[in-house]
């Protein structure tokens, strides 16, 4: 076996180094995050113009985490429905400050996306979205059934919006990141077709996968 780190290997989950969960903590991470991923605001329109639409959207975000990516959704797109999933109340706490009046638009559900049940009685969407967020399954082997438990909650037609690092020569924690070539294989895998790359910087990719289930129309421009 590959070892990473301690007793480690690379078939083991990684442990959660961050407490998400804790305020203090979770503002500390924004601001690092603000600081050594600048580009960030970028992939924020990239998720902006794959939502045109002609009609109002419903939208879940997976891993909502401070509002950031919601705030620009809410501003620059027709949104019908918003819902915020995070594991962190500390986290919705913080997105609801930031957020201010626009938060009155966002229904925050506290679910861990790491738990099997974590899509029951959501409902339907047409667009899901998550950046900087699928790693936290804690194993790139995690990374299929977290899209395909999406994909249950994605209408016919709809689309999912996945962002995330990859695999390169100076990544740390290698057991949390698959290759680039492999984000899009994940997608396609977990039943999403017509996967095309959206945006790219700083060793992150935005994908955009279709529901393969497709409706007479397409909820999504």
């Not at 962002?163 to 396609?188: C, G, I, N, V």
Request: glycine share 6%; charged share 25%.
């Amino acid at each position: 076996m590959t070892r990473t780190s301690g007793d480690e290997t690379e078939e083991d989950d990684v442990p959660i180094r961050v407490d998400f969960r804790d305020t203090a903590t979770a503002r500390a991470w924004i601001e690092d995050t603000r600081v050594r991923r600048p580009y960030r605001p970028r992939f924020f329109a990239a998720f902006c113009k794959a939502l045109t639409s002609t009609k109002p959207l419903r939208i879940l975000e997976l891993g909502s985490g401070p509002g950031q990516l919601a705030r620009e959704i809410l501003v620059h797109c027709e949104v019908k429905k918003y819902v915020a999933l995070d594991f962190s109340p500390a986290m919705h706490a913080i997105a609801t400050e930031y957020l201010g009046e626009l938060a009155s638009r966002v229904t925050f559900e506290t679910r861990d996306f790491r738990e099997p049940t974590w899509p029951y009685d959501l409902g339907q969407f047409d667009a899901i979205v998550t950046l900087q967020a699928a790693h936290e399954t804690r194993h790139k082997r995690h990374l299929v059934s977290l899209l395909e438990r999406a994909r249950a909650c994605c209408a016919p037609g709809g689309i999912l919006l996945y962002a995330d690092h990859y695999l390169t020569p100076e990544t740390k924690l290698t057991a949390l990141s698959p290759t680039r070539d492999d984000q899009p294989a994940a997608l396609a895998r977990a039943g999403f077709v017509d996967v095309q790359l959206c945006y790219e910087e700083g060793n992150m990719a935005l994908w955009c996968g279709t529901n393969s289930t497709v409706e007479a129309s397409n909820p999504v421009g």
